[in-house]
Every structure is written in C-alpha cells, then in structure tokens.
T-cell receptor, first 113, second 114 residues
C-alpha cells in the first residue's frame, strides 16, 4: 500500500520569493506521482505529474517538481511566487496499473505581499 | 465540454435524513470514484467503480453507499447521515484502459450534517 506525507501543513511566503513544498511517499512498487492544486472554493486541478523518464517535471503556472527515488521524495518548487498562487496543494501517488490515487494531507500556501 | 458534474454543490441537512449526491461525467470513462476531503487529512477514497455494476470499497466506506447502473452516473448515498460525515466531497472519473489516464475531478459538494 502507498502512503504520502506532506511535511508542512502551512507555508507562508512573500510575493516573488521562491517556495518549496515537500512531499515524501512510501511504496513497495513503481509509482506515478502527482501534484494537484485547489484554489479557494474550487475543485482539484492537476499541476504536474511524473510517469517516467526525466526526474525533473515541469507543470503549469511555472511550477516544477523533482522525483528522487532514493529519497522517495517529490518536492514541488517555484522560483518566484505570485499572490495568485495562494491555494492548497496536494501531493498524490498511484500504483502503476492501478486506478487509485492516494493523497497527502495537503499544504496551504499563503502568499504575503 | 468534457466535465464531471456534482449536485448539489452545497447541502445542509440533519442527522438521519437520507440524502443522495449525484455525480455525472460525459467522457465515457469506465472508472469513477468518490473522495472526502477533511482538514489535515487530505482526500480519502470512499468508494470506486471500475465499470457499470462493479463497485468496491475505498479507505473510508462506512456510512456510505454507491451504485453504478449507468456508465455516466455514480451517485453517493448517505442512508442515515451523521455529523462526522460533514465534509467536502469530490467525484472523479478516468479512463481505465490499463495505462496512465488523468483523473478528472468534479467541483465538489460541501455537506453539513447538523
């Protein structure tokens, strides 16, 4: 069975500062990894995904994530955040070939002007 | 437009009053799933369905029922709601052809049980 741990429940940063949201997973098999974003009062939107190949994955809105198999991590980064990035971010894992997504607890990103 | 729709979007009810949250998708997806989202717990799967008439429990199925009589619809039924089922509920769907396919989420249903 897979599990996902998001190490920070809340991350406050100043506008135009860099940010990293941390995600660690556990699984005994090869996995797919995802980051979803949930803007206030909205549903979930896929930000980026790792399926295979290059360990650095680029997503929408300038976000990127790096898959590190040895550390079982998939941290999300953005070099310069905007007020509009204020949202909750969820890391998720899926067993290859399975349909189920297992989510982390979520990280609330707050951007201060 | 390809989408997953849920109704109602907001619902306040009382303990014990049966309710149904509908979910419909227009993408001919085989797989559909229900999640609940609670602060500090992320999203947890309630039930899922691999196809018509095929449903199975997720991680938190207690107190919920589902049915899949048609491919496009996957209603979530709370026979006797309790306050601990106050939550934000999401329906999702995806193709299930063995490879990777993106899971699409509905807009959510915020349920309050008094």
């Amino acid at each position: 069975a897979q599990s996902v741990t998001q190490l920070d429940s809340q991350v406050p940063v100043f506008e135009e500062a860099p940010v990293e949201l941390r995600c660690n997973y556990s699984s005994s098999v090869s996995v797919y990894l995802f980051w979803y974003v949930q803007y206030p009062n909205q549903g979930l939107q896929l930000l980026l995904k790792y399926l295979s190949g290059s360990t650095l994955v680029k997503g929408i809105n300038g976000f990127e994530a790096e898959f590190n198999k040895s550390q079982t991590s998939f941290h999300l980064r953005k070099p310069s955040v905007h007020i509009s990035d204020t949202a909750e971010y969820f890391c998720a894992v899926s067993d290859r070939g399975a349909q189920k997504l297992v989510f982390g607890q979520g990280t609330r990103l707050t951007i201060n002007p | 437009e390809a989408q997953v729709t849920q109704n109602p979007r907001y619902l306040i009810t009382v303990t014990g009053k049966k309710l149904t949250v509908t979910c419909s998708q227009n993408m001919n997806h085989e797989y559909m799933s229900w999640y609940r989202q609670d602060p500090g717990l992320g999203l947890r799967q309630i039930y899922y369905s691999m196809n018509v008439e095929v449903t199975d429990k997720g991680d938190v199925p207690e107190g919920y029922k589902v049915s899949r009589k048609e491919k496009r619809n996957f209603p979530l039924i709370l026979e006797s709601p309790s306050p601990n089922q106050t939550s934000l509920y999401f329906c999702a769907s995806k193709l299930a052809d063995g490879g990777y396919n993106e899971q699409f989420f509905g807009p959510g249903t915020r349920l309050t049980v008094l």
